[in-house]
């Protein structure tokens, strides 16, 4: 059973950071690239940041290049979101997604229909 868990959402004030964890288990049959994905009020499911498993590559969405790392642990099957100088903008919940698509992941990365396995998602909230 494939299960993501995420950690390490919060409420801070502009300008602060956190570090969002996904902690996977169950993907023994391979991973194409985990994504982070959020969600605001009101508004779609929009693509934040991925990597690729085996290569490392990063992708981002523009809003957050500069500001956000994302990275990954092989060994502890854990990915990260590093989040820096956080805006009121980046409030939305969380979430970290897996791809199994290993030949496709870079092509797709973007899009939420692509990945298979999702986490519950956390909140994150910057005050102004």
């Known amino acids: 059973q494939v299960q993501l868990v995420e950690s390490g959402g919060g409420l801070v004030q502009t300008g602060d950071s956190l570090r969002l964890s996904c902690a996977a288990s169950?993907?023994?049959?391979?991973?194409?690239?985990m994504g982070w994905f959020r969600q605001a009020p009101g508004k779609e499911r929009e693509f934040v940041a991925a990597?690729?498993?085996?290569?490392?590559?990063?992708y981002y969405t523009d809003s957050v290049k500069g500001r956000f790392t994302v990275s990954r642990d092989s060994a502890e099957n854990t990915v990260y979101l590093q989040m820096n100088s956080l805006k009121p903008a980046d409030t939305a919940v969380y979430y970290c997604?897996?791809?199994?698509?290993?030949?496709?992941?870079?092509?797709?990365?973007?899009?939420?229909?692509?990945?298979?396995?999702w986490g519950q998602g956390t909140q994150v909230t910057v005050s102004s």
């Open positions: 997604a897996a791809d199994t698509s290993i030949n496709t992941f870079r092509h797709f990365y973007t899009r939420s229909a692509s990945y298979d396995f």
């Open positions: 169950g993907l023994s049959f391979g991973v194409g690239g």
């Open positions: 990597v690729a498993w085996s290569t490392g590559t990063t």
